[in-house]
């Protein structure tokens, strides 16, 4: 069974920094595109950023271009979105997903998504 599990959501000042990581148990996700979606409260879910499996190409939202930084490290089935320079309108819950296709990712058609965890920017 594919499992995708995020952390580090936390309550921050806008401004501030965070960190949010997903890890997956299945390393048949390194052959996968992954990326990070958010869904704010009477909101549509919005894609984030994308990696594609290899990490050599990144893919952003014009919302979180030059803020945030996805990447991941195939060697222990994690991922990471590096945020920065956070917004009051950052705030969301945060999904990690995979997709066998980069461009499918990007688009939001995703084969599976992680349980989400909570980023609160505070202005």
């Known amino acids: 069974q594919a499992q995708l599990t995020e952390s580090g959501g936390n309550l921050v000042q806008a401004g501030g920094t965070l960190t949010l990581s997903c890890a997956t148990s299945n390393p048949r996700f390194n052959e996968y595109a992954l990326g990070w979606f958010r869904q704010a409260p009477g909101k549509e879910r919005e894609f984030v950023a994308a990696?594609?499996?290899?990490?050599?190409?990144?893919y952003y939202a014009d919302s979180v271009r030059g803020r945030f930084i996805i990447s991941r490290d195939n060697t222990k089935n994690t991922m990471s979105l590096q945020m920065s320079g956070l917004k009051s309108e950052d705030t969301a819950v945060y999904y990690c997903?995979?997709?066998?296709?980069?461009?499918?990712?990007?688009?939001?058609?995703?084969?599976?998504r992680g349980q989400g965890t909570q980023v609160t920017v505070s202005s």
């Open positions: 997903a995979a997709a066998i296709s980069f461009s499918a990712i990007i688009r939001g058609s995703t084969d599976y």
């Open positions: 990696i594609t499996y290899g990490g050599g190409t990144t």
